[in-house]
């Protein structure tokens, strides 16, 4: 409904601007859309001029000619009787409309919804835009001039509206929204948006813009297109440092502490002075930002304080004033809405893409347990015959002569049978559901283990290698078998990784796993990092960079990692890459997945 109510403040907008038409004229019309639009039965004016104290003159959307006349039959009682506040009776709304401490009027609308007597705010614009038409038919000078400033801000409202109604991109929006309020029809020179995050309980400065990055934004004629985000930001070096600044500020979200925190929690605009804030840290805020007096603005949807806008005129000095509290409030109201929309539509386009991404993920999944199935039947088949072809390579080995080409080809097959079996061993093995056997074992002794396997073919291409083992770690609950044959793997990748050329660092020590205690395995190497097209990738099955290997020794090493309830990940240092293996000392229920 919030955006019905808006709707209409837009069309009641356009009647108050039409050229050329009586104020009489276009209050009546006014009256007749309130009519209409809020099925009314009626909706009258009635007012009074000078120091009148009775209601003697009347305007209505029915049965009254559109110059002003005396009314053609009497005001209800209770509206000579009317006070500053709304009220409600036999199915009348009554609404005053306010000029300092005097009601020059008092809009009734019968038979309106129950709904309307809560759109406060609402209400308000439209008893400001009435007043100020009256001001027109036959009150003073200083009046009329309060009222096309209201007039002015309503106008505003109005062409922000439009614009807002053009995106849906949070950032673009909090800048049109911002520079709306430095534009001169704002009454301010700088605007800066702080977000409320309550999980960190922190106000975090996000954006500020000046008159000077406003007017680029907005052109001077209303109809002429905005001006694209960036030339706004960057157009001008002094609004964009300026915003810098802004992003750097941080402050507590309580209330005792900060004006901010107090508009936010409480959901009220509060005016402040300089002298009224003693916290150390607002006190510098003030000082980098040079801020003296300023007004807090809370822009909140759904019950929940969104982001908290500041205000101020640092060129003028002038002090934001409280009469300007009621065009603040509406345009809190209108701002609070657009940046509900805008967070509703990016959380929806964040679903959006995880749901896409699990899609993928699914598909990609599907297609790797077909290929697993056909790769484990194929090496099963193919197991007994490469047995056979090694047989005969080694008998061929054993019954010629070193130095012979027979002995020489009997010896290449024999190698290349004994890779083949090893990949076919690995692509059994993945696609085998092994179980863990969890028993007490030793981290270093499983350090030390992992490095005498490996540390043969390390040692013959030249590599250097570094072991680190902290003293005294615990003994943990693992298979010690598999968690060797991790570190393995990581050594063996290291060492291709490095071609002959390099350092190889392995590392054990006591860490942290999603808030348990843990032993931590490191695998360095300074082999120069993985780019990043290769590590989103790494452990998925069957990817591979190199002519040999079948890809699946990181994805063996993930499941046996994953089946310790551990984590395991890779990062990029200056040297190279860096495999970390997390395995807690006690997995949940004490066994493995």
């Given at each position: 409904?919030?955006?019905?109510?808006?709707?209409?403040?837009?069309?009641?907008?356009?009647?108050?601007?039409?050229?050329?038409?009586?104020?009489?004229?276009?209050?009546?019309?006014?009256?007749?859309?309130?009519?209409?639009?809020?099925?009314?039965?009626?909706?009258?004016?009635?007012?009074?001029?000078?120091?009148?104290?009775?209601?003697?003159?009347?305007?209505?959307?029915?049965?009254?000619?559109d110059?002003?006349?005396?009314?053609?039959?009497?005001p209800?009682?209770n509206?000579?009787?009317?006070?500053?506040?709304?009220?409600?009776?036999?199915?009348?709304?009554?609404?005053?409309?306010?000029?300092?401490?005097?009601?020059?009027?008092?809009?009734?609308l019968?038979?309106?919804?129950?709904?309307?007597?809560?759109?406060?705010?609402?209400?308000?614009?439209?008893?400001?835009?009435?007043?100020?038409?009256?001001?027109?038919?036959?009150?003073?000078?200083?009046?009329?001039?309060?009222?096309?400033r209201?007039?002015?801000?309503l106008?505003?409202?109005?062409r922000?509206?439009?614009v807002?109604?053009?995106?849906?991109?949070?950032?673009?929006?909090?800048?049109?929204?911002?520079?709306?309020?430095?534009?001169?029809?704002?009454?301010?020179?700088?605007?800066?948006?702080?977000?409320?995050?309550?999980?960190?309980?922190?106000?975090?400065?996000?954006?500020?813009?000046?008159?000077?990055?406003?007017?680029?934004?907005?052109?001077?004629?209303?109809?002429?297109?905005?001006?694209?985000?960036?030339?706004a930001?960057?157009?001008r070096?002094?609004?964009?440092?300026?915003?810098?600044?802004?992003?750097?500020?941080?402050?507590?979200?309580?209330?005792?502490?900060?004006?901010?925190?107090?508009?936010?929690?409480?959901?009220?605009?509060?005016?402040?002075?300089?002298?009224?804030?003693?916290?150390?840290?607002?006190?510098?805020?003030?000082?980098?930002?040079?801020?003296?007096?300023?007004?807090?603005?809370?822009?909140?949807?759904?019950?929940?304080?969104?982001?908290?806008?500041?205000?101020?005129?640092?060129?003028?000095?002038?002090?934001?004033?409280?009469?300007?509290?009621?065009?603040?409030?509406?345009?809190?109201?209108?701002?609070?809405?657009?940046?509900?929309?805008?967070?509703?539509?990016?959380?929806?386009?964040?679903?959006?893409?995880?749901?896409?991404?699990?899609q993928?993920?699914?598909?990609?999944?599907?297609?790797?347990?077909?290929?697993?199935?056909?790769?484990?039947?194929?090496?099963?088949?193919?197991?007994n015959?490469?047995?056979?072809?090694?047989?005969?390579?080694?008998?061929?080995?054993?019954?010629?002569?070193?130095?012979?080409?027979?002995?020489?080809?009997?010896?290449?097959?024999?190698?290349?049978?004994?890779?083949?079996?090893?990949?076919?061993?690995?692509?059994?093995?993945?696609?085998?559901?092994?179980?863990?056997?969890?028993?007490?074992?030793?981290?270093?002794?499983?350090?030390?283990?992992?490095?005498?396997?490996?540390?043969?073919n390390?040692?013959r291409?030249?590599?250097?290698?570094?072991?680190?083992?902290?003293?005294?770690?615990?003994?943990?609950?693992?298979?010690?078998?598999?968690?060797?044959?991790?570190?393995?793997?990581?050594?063996?990748?290291?060492?291709?990784?490095?071609?002959?050329?390099?350092?190889?660092?392995?590392?054990?020590?006591?860490?942290?796993?999603r808030?348990?205690?843990?032993?931590?395995?490191?695998?360095?190497?300074?082999?120069?990092?993985?780019?990043?097209?290769?590590?989103?990738?790494?452990?998925?099955?069957?990817?591979?960079?190199?002519?040999?290997?079948?890809?699946?020794?990181?994805?063996?090493?993930?499941?046996?990692?994953?089946q310790?309830?551990?984590?395991?990940?890779?990062?990029?240092?200056?040297?190279?890459?860096?495999?970390?293996?997390?395995?807690?000392?006690?997995?949940?229920?004490?066994?493995?997945?």
């Amino acid at each position: 409904m919030v955006d019905s109510y808006m709707a209409l403040l837009n069309r009641i907008l356009r009647q108050a601007h039409a050229p050329e038409v009586p104020p009489s004229r276009k209050i009546r019309r006014i009256l007749r859309l309130l009519q209409r639009a809020l099925e009314l039965h009626d909706a009258a004016l009635f007012f009074r001029r000078g120091r009148e104290r009775h209601f003697r003159f009347q305007i209505c959307a029915r049965g009254c000619s559109d110059v002003v006349s005396p009314p053609l039959s009497d005001p209800p009682k209770n509206v000579s009787r009317i006070s500053h506040n709304m009220s409600t009776e036999a199915g009348e709304l009554l609404v005053p409309l306010k000029k300092g401490r005097r009601t020059p009027a008092v809009l009734v609308l019968k038979g309106c919804p129950s709904s309307l007597e809560t759109e406060r705010n609402f209400l308000a614009a439209v008893s400001s835009l009435l007043v100020f038409l009256l001001d027109q038919i036959g009150a003073g000078e200083q009046g009329t001039k309060g009222g096309e400033r209201r007039l002015e801000e309503l106008a505003l409202l109005n062409r922000l509206s439009r614009v807002l109604h053009g995106t849906l991109e949070i950032d673009r929006q909090m800048q049109l929204l911002l520079s709306g309020l430095a534009l001169p029809q704002g009454g301010f020179e700088r605007a800066m948006l702080f977000m409320v995050n309550e999980r960190s309980g922190t106000l975090q400065g996000m954006l500020g813009v000046t008159r000077d990055a406003a007017l680029d934004l907005f052109p001077a004629g209303e109809e002429q297109e905005i001006a694209p985000i960036d030339r706004a930001l960057e157009g001008r070096k002094v609004s964009h440092d300026f915003s810098q600044l802004v992003r750097q500020q941080r402050l507590p979200l309580d209330p005792d502490h900060n004006a901010l925190a107090r508009a936010a929690l409480r959901r009220r605009i509060f005016f402040v002075n300089d002298s009224q804030e003693k916290s150390p840290q607002v006190a510098d805020m003030a000082r980098e930002l040079g801020l003296t007096s300023y007004a807090c603005l809370p822009l909140f949807a759904r019950d929940r304080t969104r982001a908290v806008i500041v205000v101020d005129n640092p060129l003028t000095g002038r002090t934001p004033g409280r009469q300007q509290r009621r065009f603040l409030e509406l345009f809190a109201k209108q701002a609070g809405q657009a940046l509900e929309t805008a967070l509703l539509v990016q959380r929806l386009e964040s679903a959006h893409n995880e749901l896409r991404e699990t899609q993928e993920e699914l598909i990609q999944g599907e297609k790797l347990a077909t290929v697993g199935e056909m790769a484990a039947s194929v090496a099963h088949e193919l197991k007994n015959p490469l047995v056979v072809v090694g047989g005969f390579a080694q008998r061929l080995m054993r019954i010629t002569e070193e130095e012979s080409q027979a002995h020489q080809y009997s010896a290449i097959i024999a190698r290349e049978v004994g890779r083949l079996e090893e990949m076919l061993a690995n692509i059994l093995a993945f696609s085998r559901k092994s179980v863990a056997c969890l028993s007490l074992c030793d981290p270093s002794h499983i350090v030390h283990d992992a490095l005498a396997l490996s540390q043969g073919n390390i040692n013959r291409e030249g590599i250097a290698y570094e072991v680190s083992v902290e003293e005294n770690l615990p003994q943990m609950q693992g298979d010690e078998q598999k968690l060797r044959q991790v570190l393995v793997n990581l050594l063996n990748n290291a060492r291709q990784t490095l071609d002959g050329k390099g350092t190889i660092s392995l590392r054990a020590c006591r860490g942290m796993l999603r808030g348990d205690e843990a032993v931590v395995f490191e695998v360095a190497d300074t082999g120069g990092g993985i780019s990043s097209s290769v590590i989103r990738n790494i452990f998925n099955p069957f990817f591979t960079t190199r002519d040999k290997g079948t890809g699946l020794g990181l994805s063996i090493s993930q499941r046996i990692v994953e089946q310790h309830h551990g984590h395991i990940e890779v990062q990029n240092s200056k040297q190279g890459a860096r495999f970390r293996v997390s395995i807690p000392l006690h997995p949940p229920h004490g066994r493995a997945a």
